[in-house]
């Protein structure tokens, strides 16, 4: 069975309603990214970043799991499927797909703000003045900028073993996320999904230049042509 790995970034969640949290100017929902996504904003001002979190995991329980999600769910009938996702939110989960690794940390999860490892599932706010069982303040399990990407050397080893790779909404810019293309065998098909695609100058990448679900309409075409 064939093993494709999927990368996935906020284009694909963004056509079910989740706000991308970066604006074209750089902010985040008015907020300077170090304010909202980095340990020294979470010191400066804990209640702040708590309540961005809150108002980000709300929304997320109101929207539902899009096209392309259950598209990469319904592979898994035919092909070993891995997704490295950069989302926190838990749309490919609600989807049907088994297999999936967060980067950037999950909203729907929170930890110790000493213990990393200690980690578990919240659909609820978090306030200043929850603790863990050790005493120190709960946090989001988001990475923040500035933090080490703890999945990564896990997502490197998974792109080693891909015999296709799917790219979809996302830019490839941030790293080390847009790395990861680098680490696939060189003779694996790679296919870009993304209506506002960055240029990829490579023969072996196809790119698919339309939204996460018209695109997964058509790369399940590609790939039953290529069976």
């Not at 797909?97 to 930890?111: A, D, Q, Y």
């Not at 990448?205 to 695109?215: E, F, R, S």
């Amino acid at each position: 069975m064939k093993h494709v790995v999927v990368l996935t970034g906020a284009g694909i969640s963004a056509e079910s309603g989740i706000k991308t949290f970066r604006d074209a100017d750089g902010l985040w929902e008015g907020h300077d990214v170090m304010e909202v996504a980095s340990p020294q904003g979470f010191a400066k001002n804990p209640e702040l970043i708590l309540n961005f979190y809150n108002e980000r995991r709300k929304q997320l329980l109101t929207v539902k799991s899009n096209d392309a999600h259950k598209a990469l769910a319904t592979l898994e009938s035919e092909y070993k499927v891995t997704i490295v996702t950069q989302n926190v939110d838990d749309l490919h989960e609600r989807a049907g797909s088994t297999n999936i690794i967060h980067l950037h940390g999950e909203l729907l999860k929170v930890r110790s703000n000493f213990n990393e490892h200690d980690i578990w599932s919240c659909k609820s706010d978090i306030v200043l003045g929850d603790l863990c069982e050790n005493g120190y303040q709960i946090r989001p399990h988001i990475v923040w900028f500035g933090e080490a990407v703890p999945m990564m050397e896990e997502a490197i080893q998974i792109c080693k073993t891909a015999d296709i790779l799917v790219i979809i909404g996302t830019s490839m810019q941030v790293y080390p996320a847009a790395s990861l293309m680098n680490f696939v065998p060189k003779q694996t098909p790679i296919y870009y999904i993304d209506p506002k695609p960055a240029n990829v100058n490579s023969e072996r990448v196809t790119v698919i230049n339309k939204t996460a679900t018209q695109g997964m309409k058509q790369l399940l075409i590609l790939l039953k042509q290529k069976d």
